[in-house]
Structure formats: C-alpha cells, structure tokens
C-alpha cells in the first residue's frame, strides 16, 4: 500500500510539475531590512523597481534598487532621516520625498538610482505624497504652518505655490491639466483642469474621509475611504468625478493604496494575507498573499506586481484566482488552487494555503519522502474560499515532505516542501 501512495505522488509530481514549479499568485519575496517598514515602492517594467523602507521617526530611512524583479536589492542611499513617499518617472529619474529635522526634504536621482541628492529642503515640515509627469513638471504635497500644493516645472529646482489647500495627501494627475488631491484632512476631493493653476473643491464629506485616490482615465476613478454608506469603502466614478458609486467589493482597509492596469485591472494592498483585485474596475474579491500586511503596490503590467509593507510580495499572473466578495468562488482554474508552502525550507512549522471553488469534501494530507502518511490536516465538507493550515514537524526530522490536496476522492496536486533544522 506504501508504494502504491509512493507512486502515485510522484506520478501526480511529475504530472503537475510544470503548473507546480511555475509561480502562481502571489509569492514571497526577501527584503533587505526586515525591521523597517515598506513605505512606498515602484516598477518601471517586469524586472527593474524602487522600494523604500524607513521607520515612523527620523532614523535611518534607506532606497533600494532590483533589476532582476525583487529577487535581489541593492541599497542606492541611506541616511538618517525619514522617507514617506516616491516617484519614478523612468529609467534615470526618479524623486523621494519625507523629513529630516524638521525640514520636508525632497530627494532625486537623474543615473537610475546611483546617486541621490537633495532638490528641496525647506520648512514644509513633511513632504505626503509626489507626482511628476515627465523629468520636468511634478507637484508635492506638503504639512507646515500652511499646507499647500507645490509645483515644479523644472526638475524641482523652483517649486510655485498653487493653493494652500489644508492638510493635503494623495495628489493624482491623469494627464498634463487634468489632476486631482485629497485635502482638508480627507474631507474634501479638488479638483484642476489647468494644470493646477486653479482647483475646485469637486466632493467633500463630513462623516466620512477619502484615503487615496486613482484615475486610470479623465474619466474612471476610484477613491478608498472609510466604511460609510452601505458599509462601502470602495468607490468608483465613471463621470471623471462628479458622481461617486458604491462598487461590488469587500471592505478595503484605508491604509490600502490602489493601482491600476488600464481601467479595469486594479488592484489594492492589505493586511490579513489579502490583496484585494478586480478585472472590470466594478466587481472586486480577494487574493491570498503570503505576507500579513502589504498596503503598498505597484504593478508593471497586467500579470507582473509587487505588494509590500512589512514583507514583500510578488506575482508574474496578475495575484492569481480571485476569490468573490460573496465567496461563491469565481476565476479559480479548474476548480482549486494549491499554493506554495510558507516559508519553504522551514524550521519547525509551516504555512499551507489553498482554494477551492466547488463546495465538496477537501483532504489535505502530508506524505515523507517514502510515501508515508505523516497527518491529515484537512478532511472536511468546505465551501467555496481560501483556507489555511499550518504544518507543525517539530517531532519530524529534516528532509524532503509532499503534501497533497484531494477534492470529492479525487486526487489534484502535490507539492514539494523542505524541512531544515
């Protein structure tokens, strides 16, 4: 019976190996600084990206470059002060933007992140948020005695105050006249179509604040806010902010920033070992992430993304099946998905996470290396969602184990996972 179990794993091994060992969802990726937070990061196309880690206080902030898609990261500038907010324009040009001793202090680099130096210091106190078009024209947000809207046309070397909007956060520009900002502490959207020389206040709230905002055209945007009418935190305007609509969606976490492929796919960071997703900007689900909290994302394309705040996760299919707000189980390819273990190698314990989309009897078994039957840690009736286990081999000894997910007796995949102590 030990062979049969034996070969019948390596049959299925062997069977799924290509689907198995490609990336699918999301996956962990290693960061430099596991003790600071991922405050921001960016990527200009599939393999070259920005990230910045800096703690909540002037300390040592740093900027990390990858050219190989976050599988390695080298560190273009460290300092102590505190970093908040980045935009990289292209492959040379790229701007930072934070504190340091009380001083908003903006930094930039024209030679792909080699060298950083300062463009701005002066007393806004605290530079929020970053947006720039081209090299040249860009705006900051900043908090100081006066808050405002600041523009640059020339690299940052001159900035001109364009309103003195209180507390202002996320700026968005669609395009060179179209833009908008979150301000008077996240009650009020404004609005330009003059490049901002003039803004409008276009949606305020007084029982609820806006957190960012994204427009993947003049006309589709979507703002996260906090939970209000009809428990909604997700909203979406197709008149180019006029009119706001609730959107079919989980509740997103207002620490959550967006990103959008076009006006469809979009996507929004979170906590929870969620990444919530969408496919046609409207109905929205979730997708597993193995890390706990990634409220920062970025994507370069439709399939390529990266997600972070205190790890970092990355995706080469779009995150993977979605998982619907109602839980009925859509987009999972043929039925289930078996994700990777995490961490893999392992000491001590690991986490197994899978999905399904079909309500049935679900078996999720663990086999050594000789076809053994180590444990069971799922034998139920399960409906459709995302569930997990975790794998304890404390009393086990170090080597090679198989776990394998079976739906209604019918045996789907295997996965390979190493235990080192």
Not at 63 to 92: E, R
Not at 114 to 124: E, L
Not at 160 to 172: H, V
Not at 345 to 364: A, D, E, R, W, Y
Request: proline share 3%; aromatic share 12%.
């Amino acid at each position: 019976m030990k062979k049969i179990i034996l070969l019948e794993i390596c049959f299925l091994f062997l069977a799924t190996t290509f689907r198995s060992d490609r990336m699918t969802g999301w996956v962990q990726q290693n960061i430099p600084r596991q003790d600071l937070a991922v405050v921001d990061l960016k990527f200009i196309d599939s393999l070259t990206g920005y990230m910045v880690s800096s703690k909540p206080a002037l300390d040592t902030a740093f900027i990390f470059k990858t050219t190989d898609g976050g599988n390695n990261w080298n560190t273009t500038y460290f300092d102590s002060l505190f970093l908040d907010c980045m935009d990289i324009v292209d492959k040379n040009v790229g701007y930072c933007g934070g504190a340091n001793a009380g001083m908003g202090i903006l930094k930039k680099t024209t030679n792909g992140g080699s060298n950083w130096f300062t463009v701005t210091s002066s007393p806004y106190i605290l530079i929020k948020d970053i947006d720039f078009l081209n090299k040249d024209t860009g705006w900051i947000s900043y908090y100081s005695l006066t808050d405002g809207l600041l523009q640059t046309t020339n690299g940052g070397q001159s900035w001109q105050l364009q309103t003195d909007i209180s507390s202002p956060t996320k700026i968005f520009f669609v395009n060179s006249i179209t833009g908008w900002v979150i301000g008077n502490s996240g009650q009020n959207l404004y609005k330009t179509t003059n490049s901002g020389v003039n803004w409008f206040v276009q949606s305020h709230t007084s029982s609820e604040n806006y957190y960012d905002v994204y427009f993947a055209t003049q006309d589709t945007g979507w703002i996260i806010k906090n939970i209000g009418t009809g428990n909604k935190s997700l909203v979406r305007s197709t008149n180019g902010g006029n009119n706001w609509d609730s959107v079919n969606a989980p509740i997103i976490p207002t620490e959550s920033r967006l990103c959008f492929i076009g006006n469809k796919y979009g996507w929004a960071g979170s906590g929870l070992h969620k990444i919530f997703a969408s496919k046609d900007g409207y109905n929205w689900g979730t997708q597993y992430s193995p890390s706990n909290r990634s409220d920062n994302i970025s994507f370069a394309d439709t399939l390529h993304g990266w997600a972070a705040y205190t790890g970092l996760v990355h995706t080469t299919d779009g995150g993977g099946p979605i998982v619907s707000v109602n839980q009925t189980g859509t987009e999972v390819a043929d039925n289930y998905m078996l994700f990777p273990n995490y961490p893999n190698p392992f000491n001590q314990s690991t986490i197994i996470n899978l999905q399904t989309s079909i309500s049935g009897i679900v078996k999720l078994t663990v086999y050594d290396i000789s076809g053994k039957e180590i444990t069971t840690l799922i034998n139920e009736k399960l409906q459709p969602g995302t569930y997990q286990r975790r794998f304890d081999a404390g009393n086990l000894s170090s080597g090679i184990y198989f776990y394998r997910l079976s739906i209604n007796d019918k045996q789907l995949a295997v996965k390979k996972m190493m235990l080192i102590k």
